[in-house]
């Protein structure tokens, strides 16, 4: 199998940058963006920029029937995902491969319980310090993504053809040995960097230098080490140093996704990260103060800006 023709739904900050990518190095027609009518309109009128540069996207809607894509992949949000999912189903035939770079640790199984779970890999996006202000997003990094099957000592044929088209493209991407690791450790990293930075209002030079704001950020983070554990995962201070030197690396200007939404005064991810941590902390008696902490400034900043409205 190769890979031809790829379907992104969702252009947030990481939407973009693929659609951007892969649209410039594939046909035209071969890379779909899937929208709604009223976003096709707003887009075709305002454009979308990628680094100063207005994006030339193939916009196809949910209804269009057509083959199926070779590639699917997810960029929305999660509470948009649901939608998502029924928004992408005339894009996913019988041989589709999906990649989710949703933040968390749940989406796979979502997206693969309505779509069919033989065709997924799982995914993690990293790396990246891009800020997207309405229809204009600037980076410096574009980072990777990281995905396959759960385990990958030796390759399936869904992750050598996926690994074939991003070789292609010159995309950067990494192939783990051990995607469960890999995901948990990136829901370490959201977990304090996304919600600290969003709580003390700064960017990722604020949880880059020592100070009150990267104590916290590192506390939430062990509590998610410490959950690991009680899962079978495993995280421990290699991983934090691994995560801790990923983010050292990114534009201290930039901001996570979460700080994004929370200077648009939209709803963030909250329940991903604290959330999560929370209810597996009371599933296996294990303390999550910092985390429970987190949660509640959050949810005090949304009141607030919903009072605002």
Excluded at 19 to 36: E, Q, T, Y
Excluded at 130 to 159: D, H, Q, R
Excluded at 188 to 196: A, D, I, P, S, Y
Aim: glycine share 8%; with cysteine.
């Amino acid at each position: 199998m190769t890979i031809r023709t790829v379907s992104i739904i969702g252009l947030g900050a990481l939407g973009i940058i693929f659609a951007k990518h892969f649209s410039d190095n594939l046909p035209k027609g071969d890379v779909r963006v899937i929208v709604n009518q009223s976003r096709r309109q707003r887009y075709e009128k305002y454009g979308i920029y990628c680094n100063g540069e207005r994006c030339d996207f193939n916009y196809v809607l949910p209804e269009s029937e057509q083959k199926p894509a070779d590639l699917l992949i997810f960029c929305v949000k999660f509470n948009q995902l649901q939608q998502a999912i029924e928004d992408a189903r005339y894009q996913v035939g019988e041989h589709t491969i999906i990649l989710s770079a949703l933040n968390g640790i749940s989406s796979e199984e979502i997206i693969g319980k309505t779509l069919g779970m033989e065709k997924i890999l799982y995914c993690v996006a990293q790396g990246m310090d891009a800020v997207k202000i309405e229809n204009k997003l600037t980076y410096k990094n574009m980072g990777m993504i990281c995905f396959g099957e759960k385990e990958n000592t030796t390759w399936s044929e869904k992750v050598t053809v996926v690994a074939d088209l991003l070789d292609k493209l010159k995309f950067p991407y990494e192939v783990p040995k051990d995607m469960d690791h890999r995901l948990w450790g990136k829901f370490m990293l959201n977990t304090g960097v996304n919600q600290t930075v969003a709580v003390f209002s700064t960017n990722y030079g604020g949880i880059q230098v020592e100070g009150e704001a990267r104590e916290v950020m590192i506390a939430a983070m062990r509590e998610v080490i410490a959950l690991s554990h009680k899962v079978g995962i495993n995280l421990g201070e290699s991983d934090l140093t691994y995560w801790l030197n990923v983010l050292a690396k990114l534009n201290p200007l930039g901001m996570p996704s979460m700080r994004q939404d929370m200077a648009a005064n939209r709803k963030t991810e909250v329940g991903l990260f604290s959330g999560t941590a929370i209810y597996l902390g009371r599933q296996y008696h294990v303390p999550t103060p910092t985390n429970e902490w987190l949660y509640q400034k959050v949810q005090e900043m949304e009141k607030d800006f919903d009072m605002q409205k």
